[in-house]
């Protein structure tokens, strides 16, 4: 049977989707002009600054070639940053979720203590100096993949996330199974991880795009460009062609329009298109995944 609806229902609705459409165009205009503006001459984004459309005589793929004049190093970074993103998100989703499973289940006796240490952490640092200095002569980060991927590796914060939204999981289910004669791995992995994929199609995306954008731990252990991840890599090129320019600049040498702005909405848009295809397989996790950890009436 069928509801009729009200006027102010209607109504209601009707602002609704207008305000969420106007949210929504806001949001992509933004992304548009970065698309546009990375195919349009220098010297128009510099006298006429960003346009909605590009016509033919503006029309430009010169900052494209630029950011991929090398392209073997570009598909180098693309293959170090897609392993280090893939390889991170995966062991951190299983440190975390696993932490966080252990440290919400009532009948483990220290969790209290133990939780307590882990938040310590986020209040209190050594120190970047200290943490360097043990991650490189004990560690011996430097030069080596694994230096992209371990620092990144565990959050408490996430940690947190993920044993707010277990301890809403009935503990009389864990008893069940082990009434059953399951052990605790497999009651982890057959029983609490299916019921739990909003937290890590979450918790996924939030790893995933923090390894995409780092660029910051590959500054610090990579100094041969082999290595270098996709980030620092257009960073790398990037800083090149300004100091081109301010030589130029200084000498009086002339080197051309050097595309410096068409240049950096390229390598936004190489940087962040491939991780813009992961939202939509997510999408649907999303609004479950923002009330994790929410306050249940």
Known sequence: MKV???????????????????????????????????????NIIVTVGYQFFVTAREFSLEAYGMALKSPESILSAYGVTIFATVAGTTLSLFFT?????????????WRNG??????????????????YLLCTKYFNFSNHIYSLIIPGLFSVWNMIIAKSFMKGIPFEMTEAAKIDGA??????????????????????????????????????????????NLQYTLQNILNST??????????GMQV??????????????????PIVLLYPFLQKYFVKGLTIGAVKG
């Open 97 to 109: 979720t696993m932490t966080g499973y252990v440290l919400s289940r009532p009948d483990f006796p």
């Open 183 to 228: 052990g605790d791995f497999y009651i982890f992995y057959k029983v609490i991880l299916p019921m739990t994929k909003p937290l890590i199609a979450t918790l996924a995306l939030f790893v995933a795009l923090a390894y995409w954008n780092d660029w910051y731990n590959c500054m610090l252990f990579m100094s041969t460009s082999d290595n270098w």
């Open 114 to 131: 133990v939780s307590f240490f882990f938040f310590f952490t986020t209040l209190f640092s050594g120190g970047l100096v200290p943490w």
């Open 256 to 273: 051309g329009q050097l595309p410096s702005e068409g240049l950096k909405l390229a390598m936004t848009v190489i940087a962040t298109g």
């Open 4 to 42: 009729k609806k009200g006027k102010d229902v209607i109504a209601f609705n009707i602002m609704a989707y207008i305000l969420v459409g106007i949210f929504a165009i806001a949001c992509v205009i933004p992304f548009y002009l970065i698309l546009v503006g990375s195919i349009t001459k220098e």
């Open 242 to 251: 300004n100091a081109l320019k301010r030589i130029a600049a200084q000498t």
